[in-house]
């Protein structure tokens, strides 16, 4: 079965990041496919690759990038399907830019933007597999089964002293 979920960044550099989104979606047993592209250095690979993304089977596509993070917005600017925005924490301005950067779109072109770092990340590839999940009913009974095994964990360790 193909893929049906993007994980796109626009730098090697960004993969610590958002290996957070193929974590979860691993623990998930959803399929994914990973690849950099780049909305500065590969402008033409950006557009090929939007355009192209509901024939090649995708789904939702989750987007990260850094600074000037233009990459989910173009992203969304070229093909209808969902597009999950994650903030990559730069080094100058500590993710602020690129969460801005991603947040800010204007009206018509939607980006669901996330929190920036690694919980962004994580919380994007669970949010990709919730929109998968209202039409798989395995996935869905999956995710149900996650959440339960999330709250007993806190409640089994609810006394903050003990490690
Ligand atoms: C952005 O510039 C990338 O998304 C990355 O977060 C940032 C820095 O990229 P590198 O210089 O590390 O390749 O385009």
């Known amino acids: 079965m193909k893929a049906k979920v ?44 939007s355009a192209q993304a509901v024939d090649n089977g995708y789904q939702v596509i989750i987007a990260g990038a850094g ?8 992203v969304a600017s070229k093909t209808r399907l969902p597009v999950l925005g994650v903030p990559v924490q ?7 830019d690129s969460l801005l950067s991603i947040a800010q779109m204007p009206k018509g072109v939607a980006v ?7 919980a962004g990340a994580y919380n994007a590839g669970l949010y990709s597999a919730q929109i998968l999940a209202n039409n798989d009913a395995a996935l869905a009974q999956r995710i149900e ?9 806190v409640l089994a360790n609810s006394d903050p002293r003990e490690e």
């Open 6 to 49: 993007a994980i796109i960044m626009g730098s090697k550099s960004d993969w610590a990041t958002m290996k957070n989104a193929a974590d979860v979606l691993d623990k998930l047993e959803v399929e994914y496919n990973v690849e950099v592209v780049s909305a500065h250095r590969t402008p033409d690979k950006l557009i090929s690759f």
């Open 67 to 74: 600074g000037a993070a233009h990459l989910p917005g173009m």
């Open 90 to 96: 730069s080094k100058a301005l500590n993710g602020m």
């Open 112 to 118: 669901g933007t996330l929190a920036i770092g690694d």
């Open 145 to 153: 089964t996650f959440r339960e095994q999330q709250t007993e964990t």
